[in-house]
Structures are given as structure tokens and as C-alpha cells.
């Protein structure tokens, strides 16, 4: 199994983790750092919308926390047909710690990859 389809299994299987009572729409990513070390992340929902964090963030998020700040990809992984990008807050953060990194997004037949750079081509920044 070569490591894009093995990241994104990764993801399906942090899907099961979801919290996500109101949607329904259970989303798992698993990031891999330039060190071969992994973080989980699925969507936790709360009863205020705006306190929900996406399971791309959750992963990022826990990297970080951990000094992993050098994001390799990140694969996202939910029960649609189609392939679940990440959201706009999502880029902007995927942007800021893997700008040229990669992602990958699966549905029950294909794996597809595609760059950050690409989904937000015009990141916000500081400088």
C-alpha cells in the first residue's frame, strides 16, 4: 500500500472519532510531518456552530501542540461519493504550516492529490 492510500485509511479510521450530533457529517484527516510522525483529527461539533473545530484543524492542532510545525500532507476523509475539501478556514490554516504541502482526498473508489498552494493560491499573510 503506498503511503497516500495508507495516510487517507489513517483518515477513515479518525473518522469513527467525529462528534458530529447536529450534522451528521463526520470528516477524519491524518497529517504526516517531515519526521514519519502522524496526528489524527476528526470534526467535533458543538450545540454553538461557530465553536466547531474541522478535523483538519484538530490535526494540525495537535501537531503543532506537539512542535511539529514542518506539515509533509494531510489526507481528509469523509462518507460522501464525492471528495471533501477542506474549508476556507481550513486552507488558511493548512497554508500557514504546509504551504507546499500536499493533500489527499479519497472517496470509496479514488484517491486524488492535489497542493495547498492550488485550493488557496492567495493565503493571507503577515509580511
Do not use: W
Not at 485509511?9 to 514519519?36: H, I, N, R, W
Not at 506537539?66 to 509533509?72: D, F, G, L, S
Not at 504550516?97 to 499573510?125: A, Q, R, W, Y
Amino acid at each position: 500500500m503506498d503511503e497516500n492510500r495508507k495516510l487517507y485509511e489513517m483518515a477513515l479510521k479518525a473518522k469513527e472519532f467525529a462528534y458530529a450530533p447536529y450534522s451528521g457529517f463526520k470528516v477524519g484527516a491524518a497529517l504526516l510531518t517531515d519526521d514519519g510522525i502522524v496526528f489524527l483529527g476528526s470534526n467535533i461539533e458543538n450545540a454553538s456552530y461557530g465553536a466547531t473545530v474541522c478535523a483538519e484543524r484538530v490535526a494540525v492542532f495537535k501537531a503543532v501542540s506537539e512542535a511539529k510545525t514542518n506539515i509533509v500532507k494531510i489526507a481528509i476523509a469523509s462518507d460522501t461519493e464525492d471528495f471533501t475539501y477542506p474549508c476556507g478556514i481550513c486552507r488558511q490554516v493548512l497554508s500557514e504550516f504546509m504551504p507546499d504541502g500536499e493533500i489527499i482526498l479519497g472517496n470509496k473508489t479514488h484517491i486524488k492529490v492535489c497542493k495547498v498552494k492550488d485550493i488557496i493560491p492567495n493565503s493571507f499573510k503577515l509580511s
